[in-house]
């Protein structure tokens, strides 16, 4: 049996920039209000008919790729992890396909919100691991912004959410003390609508009972989060999914060279980097500037923290999230 290792990585924002100033001219908020709840301070926004979902997460693939030093014609499926799709159907996966030129290889398109990423890279390392595919790409892209409740509202939600891509490419290893070492995968559905969009879908109301109803004070469109009680099970589920994956790989604390957690809350980040008694090296966050972009978070800090050099060969990194779902996941990863 194989590893799987990340040989390639790129991340793409918008160029436009969403201050919390900015939103406090539309919303009933403040800079401080947002701060001190997230710790963010700004996200990026697309500019409708330049950016979609697919066409950021071509942008960071192209980057990734050129990067793990393989051509087009050497990748071998595509994972493509969003909550955001161009359309209702098909997948992103495929557009992404078309737009690279990439073989008619298969795509597969990933819907585990704020765990997307992890997720995606965990059914990548399997098909690795078991010898299927050489070189998976695992892309994760979302617009939020397009979808917000952008009115006092909805300020609970709208002030956190970002949008932005990132890519990784896996490749086959040989050497099994390298690479994905073991991912964790968990969900809880009892709590599916603590943080949800309800609407439209096939299950409640579709489009065609939005239409109809006309209603201007429905909400069962836009994002609804319960945040005190996210807050509360997302710092619980970070930590044993973390423990986990060091117990399944006989590590200890001490052994995380980078933590990268999904970038939900800067709160939450700094909750877990105290429990566990990390080090500010150690523990690598951007929500600041990018706000929450959901299964994008964490290949966006993933790639950003390798670009700095803060990730090293030999380095043991552990990615975590914990979502909508609820859903929760971790990966041990030895660079």
Known sequence: MYHSKITGLGHYVPDNIVTNDDLAKIIDTNDEWIQERT??????????????????????????????GLSNDDIDFIVFATISPDYYFPGPGVALQKELGLRTIGALDVRNQCSGFVYALSVADQYIKTGMYKNIL???????????DMTTRGRNVSVIFGDGAGAA????????????????LHSEGEHAKELSVLAPGMGGRWVSDIIAEN??????????????????????????????????????????????PHQANLRISQFIQKKFGLNDDQVFNNIQKYGNTTAA??????????????????????????????TWASAIIKW
Do not use: C
């Open 39 to 68: 710790g963010i301070q700004e996200r990026r926004h697309i500019v409708r008919g330049e950016d979609t979902t697919t066409s950021m997460g071509v942008k960071a693939a192209k980057i990734a790729i050129e990067r793990s």
């Open 138 to 148: 695992v892309v994760a892209s979302e617009v939020q912004s397009l979808g917000l």
């Open 169 to 184: 490419v896996l490749s086959r290893e040989e050497d099994v003390t390298k690479g994905i070492l073991s991912t964790h």
């Open 215 to 260: 209603n201007p004070d429905d909400e069962s469109y836009f994002p609804y989060m319960n945040g005190q009680f996210v807050f509360k099970h997302a710092v619980v589920r970070f930590s044993e999914v973390i423990n986990e994956g060091l117990v399944a790989n006989n590590l200890q604390v001490s052994d995380i060279d980078m933590l990268i």
């Open 297 to 326: 978070s964490i290949p966006i800090a993933l790639t950003e923290a390798w670009e700095q050099g803060k990730i090293k060969s030999g380095d043991t990194v552990v990615l975590a999230a914990f979502g909508s779902g609820f």
